[in-house]
């Protein structure tokens, strides 16, 4: 195994620990968009430069989650 096969694994693992971003899929709109990823196990929020709406990555789960507004008829 090469250094770069090692590397390509690392990143695989852990998205953004090496290259300082990912790709991830906005959960409002489905754009596909890369993100600065500044802590590969932490959770960071993002907004979406399409459509606006703010969602949340949590890259030690692998999990992407939306914000929504409450609105008048929700309170």
Same mark, same amino acid.
């Given at each position: ?17 090496? =290259? ?44 992407? =989650? ?10």
């Amino acid at each position: 195994m090469s250094f770069f096969d090692d590397l390509i694994n690392y990143e695989l693992s852990f998205p953004g620990a090496v =290259s300082g971003s990912a790709e991830v899929e906005c959960p409002n709109c489905g754009e596909l968009l890369t993100v600065p990823v500044d802590d590969p196990m932490g959770t960071e929020s993002y907004q979406c430069c399409e459509c606006g709406g703010d969602f949340v990555v949590d890259w030690g789960e692998g999990a992407v =989650s939306f914000f929504r507004e409450i609105g008048d008829s929700e309170q």
